[in-house]
């Protein structure tokens, strides 16, 4: 299956700064990545959808100033949290679809103090 | 109602039983259906994808009901790795992205 490399898998940061998370197809190219969020116990919740060479498409209510999203490269997306709060600690995680199946990154979990 | 609606569990069962999970989705146009797995903290990995005909991988059944968009899971002589949650996740035909119920958790003892 194709892989997806994210990194770091875990940030632990003070409130007010801003953390950069990478996701990287290791073997395929992605013009496509998806950002996700998971707090415990609950489902994915897709953020926003990173797209090659052009902005990315936020989901209602997740604010794309606080959240940004660059995707440079058909092999590299970035997500930073900026100004990070208490409220933003979660796992983050990152797919590309590769034959019509979707692919995950290992995750990132923050925890902002 | 809940795009996809999954019963939360924890399902706890010893090993060698059988197990199986339900999943609704609401959105009739609905075209493609998969079983993921998510071990605590980790990152959703494919099961297997679900078939009209239905469709078994090992130990695993997967059955689809497009009339009643019904999705289930049967895991047959469940193993202690199996304990993890499972996913299910439904993807309407043109759109990108997937939409995944909450999961239900599945509890293996020895």
């Known amino acids: 299956g194709a892989v997806v490399s994210q990194h770091p898998s875990r940030v632990i940061c003070k409130s007010g700064t801003s953390v950069k998370i990478e996701c990287r197809s290791l073997?395929?190219?992605?013009?496509?990545m998806f950002w996700y969020r998971q707090f415990p116990k609950q489902s994915l919740m897709l953020m926003a959808t990173?797209?090659?060479?052009?902005?990315?498409?936020?989901e209602q209510g997740v604010e794309k100033d606080k959240f940004l999203i660059n995707h440079a490269s058909l092999t590299l997306s970035t997500l930073t949290v900026t100004s990070a709060h208490p409220e933003d600690s979660s796992f983050y995680i990152c797919?590309?679809?590769?034959?019509?199946?979707?692919?995950f990154g290992s995750g990132t979990q923050l925890s902002v103090l | 109602r809940k795009e996809v609606e999954q019963d939360p569990g924890p399902f706890n069962v010893p090993e060698g039983a059988t197990v199986a999970f339900n999943c609704t989705y609401s959105n009739s146009a609905s075209q493609s259906f998969f079983w993921y797995r998510q071990d605590c903290r980790k990152e959703p990995k494919l099961l297997m994808s679900?078939?009209?005909s239905g469709n078994e991988d090992g130990r695993f059944t997967a059955q689809l009901n497009r009339a009643s968009q019904y999705i289930s899971l049967l895991i047959r002589d469940s193993k202690l790795s199996d304990s993890a949650t499972y996913l299910c996740?439904?993807?309407?035909?043109?759109?990108?992205?997937?939409?995944f119920g909450k999961g239900t958790m599945l509890l293996v003892s020895p």
């Open positions: 679900v078939y009209s």
């Open positions: 797919s590309a679809r590769a034959n019509e199946k979707l692919f």
């Open positions: 996740v439904v993807n309407v035909f043109g759109y990108s992205t997937l939409t």
């Open positions: 073997d395929f190219q992605a013009t496509t």
């Open positions: 990173s797209n090659e060479g052009s902005k990315a498409t936020y």
